[in-house]
Nanobody, 112 residues
Framework: QVQVVESGGGLVQAGGSLRLSCAAS????????MDWYRQAPGKQRELVAA???????TYADSVKGRFTISRDNAKKMVYLQMNNLKPEDTAVYYC??????WGQGTQVTVSS
């Protein structure tokens, strides 16, 4: 059994910042893939940022230069620092571990 739990969401004004955290626990040893996705109302879930075990990171064009993904392998955690938030960033943000395990999501709401 593997648990994936996100935290750190909330309500913020445009231009503000939030830091999301994701913790993986349970029967999981090596974590190679730790990704952040988001889903806005009426839209498909989309990849926001991806982190690979070798250190490679990728970002959606819409968040490049504003969001930063980082990870702590020893703690089995991944973070998403979100700066200069925009109303269009409003969504439920999900953590996706090893292309297998989803968290329940954390709501991010950006007011204009």
């Amino acid at each position: 059994q593997v648990q994936v739990v996100e935290s750190g969401g909330g309500l913020v004004q445009a231009g503000g910042s939030l830091r999301l955290s994701c913790a993986a626990s349970g029967r999981i040893t090596a974590i190679n893939y730790m990704d952040w996705y988001r889903q806005a109302p009426g839209k498909q879930r989309e990849l926001v940022a991806a982190s690979r075990g070798g250190g490679t990171t990728t970002y959606a064009d819409s968040v490049k230069g504003r969001f930063t993904i980082s990870r702590d392998n020893a703690k089995k955690m991944v973070y998403l620092q979100m700066n200069n938030l925009k109303p269009e960033d409003t969504a439920v943000y999900y953590c996706y571990v090893n292309v297998l395990f989803w968290g329940q999501g954390t709501q991010v709401t950006v007011s204009s």
